[in-house]
């Protein structure tokens, strides 16, 4: 590797900033050992502010109903051929108490935007929730919303929620988005959130169709706007019921390398070794780990509807990926060089 593309990840490390024409650089740099340096750059980064501590959440995926057709996504509106289930507020329940039993104290609601759960309904899960589990975060995932929405829900007692902004360029936007949904209304979204008061998590697809180096960029430089507290990225995983059925899945090694950027750019971040890393490669998360992650979102799901919930084509399901198999997790974990720890898992903004 050159003396420059050192230097300038010497310099993302120690500033947590660079120029685009940097940032391009080693979005787009093919020499060896670039993924390799940023990664133990990103890992060193990570060990300063969270040691060796994984955080595990635990994942509920209560309806796959979605009103929105996004392009890329497998539970889009017009997928006829999706088995669709919606959980009720004691199935929900249940897998919290199952959840709680194993040792999870934060619980991710995610769902598509499944007009059937109004505020209401999200507001009497969550106060529920928060009623008999009062030590634990509680986790949204439920798409664009009012503001007034969103602060029924916080006033319920949700505290984090989760909105991956998944372009922040606006004609990228609109190749993977009907028209309509805008890129306008997801940031107003974003930034609602944060001044409610939530910890809030962004985030974007990793090799999405059209995308490109500047678009992201893009993304880069809008999480700088966001701040936001976890950063979500996988790789983009082609579904054959979508028009994007043809277009290639994002990479290993390309979502690996901006998992380290993020980590050196966002040293206090929440960062997510995704299923969808785990689905692309057999040891994908704890790649992700080891390139700057330090968090993992096990299955609390009902094992009945795992497999309907399909965002993406062969997502990881069963086994390991399943938050009952918390003893194989943690071995996996263990191998990779890090503990998961029962802890809610706020986000550190600074060094202690």
């Known amino acids: 590797m050159s003396p420059t593309t050192a230097n300038i990840i010497a310099k993302l490390a120690s500033e947590h900033n660079l120029s685009d ?12 050992g670039i993924n390799e340096q940023l990664a133990c750059a990103a890992d060193k980064l990570r060990r300063q502010y969270y040691g060796d501590k994984v ?22 509106a017009g997928n006829s051929l999706a088995e669709r289930y919606r959980l009720s507020q004691e199935e929900i329940l249940a897998c919290c108490a199952e959840g709680y ?12 935007e499944d007009l059937y759960y109004t505020d209401d309904k999200i507001c009497s899960i969550v106060s529920a929730i928060r009623r008999q589990h009062p030590d634990c975060a509680i986790t949204l995932s439920i798409g664009e919303k009012s503001r007034a929405s969103y602060q029924a829900y916080f ?44 910890q809030v ?35 983009y995983i082609t579904h054959e019921h979508t028009p994007f059925k043809d277009r290639p ?34 040891e994908g998360r704890e790649l992700g780990l080891k390139a700057g992650g330090n968090v993992i979102m096990p299955n609390l799901s009902p094992v009945g509807v795992r497999k309907k919930y399909e965002l ?26 890090y503990n998961i720890v029962t802890d809610i898992g706020d986000v550190r903004r600074t060094l202690e």
């Open 55 to 76: 955080y595990i959440r635990g994942l509920i995926e209560f309806t796959n109903y979605c009103k929105n057709n996004c392009y890329y996504c497998g539970i889009r």
């Open 201 to 235: 998590g962004s985030g974007f697809m990793v090799g999405s169709p059209y995308q490109t180096p500047r678009t992201l960029l893009s993304d880069l430089r809008f999480l700088q706007q966001l701040q936001p507290d976890m950063i979500g990225i996988g790789p």
């Open 249 to 282: 899945s994002g990479t290993l090694e390309q979502t690996l390398r901006l998992l380290s950027m993020l980590r050196l750019l966002f040293p206090y971040a929440l960062l997510p070794s995704t299923t969808a890393l785990g689905t692309i490669h057999p």
């Open 101 to 112: 039993k194993l040792g999870f104290r934060t619980f991710v609601l995610q769902g598509g």
């Open 155 to 198: 006033d319920a007692g949700a505290n984090r929620y989760l909105l991956r902004h998944e372009t922040a360029d606006a004609e990228h936007y609109a190749k993977l988005h009907p028209a309509s949904m805008s890129l306008e209304n997801r940031k107003r979204c974003l930034f609602d959130l944060k001044e409610i008061g939530y």
């Open 312 to 337: 993406y084509a062969n997502k990881i399901c069963t086994g390991e990926e399943a938050a009952q198999c918390r003893g194989c997790l943690e071995a996996r974990v263990r191998m990779a060089g």
């Open 21 to 32: 024409a940097e940032l391009l650089a080693l979005l787009t740099g093919t020499e060896d």
